[in-house]
């Protein structure tokens, strides 16, 4: 089993949130997520599926579509992505941090695990765990 974990920051997003307050907004009924403040504002949806659809710095859409930002892993026998998982990711929001768990794609071999966290102020962490399918349901 391989696990490797991410940390990224969003450019402005740290500037943003330093002087502002972030809101997130779960709609579990949608299964969508809003988190932002005046200058900055992501959208992520996490149906059948995980991907920021939309961001937003200083009124400019930076990231826009469909697809937007995702995970992928592509083998010499196949491509797999956070847009077609094998289970429902769960939300979580608690205070200043939403949590984006259950993550899981591939196929009946190979199953990618992850977990999305983003936190005040702009600091993103995925944690992947890639490994045989038995170990990771």
């Known amino acids: 089993m391989i696990r490797l974990a991410f940390i990224f920051a969003f450019v402005g997003s740290t500037i943003a ?20 403040n005046r200058k900055m ?26 697809a937007g930002v995702y995970s992928e892993i592509k083998t010499k026998a196949a491509v797999y992505s956070t847009l077609h998982l094998l ?25 990618i695990r992850e977990t999305w966290k983003f936190r005040s102020p702009g600091i993103i962490y995925n944690c992947m765990s890639i490994g045989p399918s038995r170990n990771l349901r």
């Not at 009924?29 to 809003?34: D, G, I, R, Y």
């Not at 959208?43 to 990231?63: D, F």
């Not at 289970?87 to 949590?99: C, G, M, Q, S």
Request: glycine content about 8%; proline content about 3%.
């Open 17 to 36: 949130c330093s002087a502002q307050e972030i809101t997130i907004k779960n709609d579990p009924a949608n299964k969508t997520v809003l988190l932002g």
């Open 41 to 66: 504002r992501l959208a992520l949806g996490y149906g059948h599926h995980v991907n920021v659809s939309e961001l937003t710095v200083n009124g400019e859409k930076v990231i826009e579509g469909a």
């Open 87 to 111: 289970a429902d990711p769960i939300a979580k929001v608690a205070r200043n941090t939403l949590v984006i768990d259950n993550i899981v794609y591939g196929d009946k071999d190979l199953a």
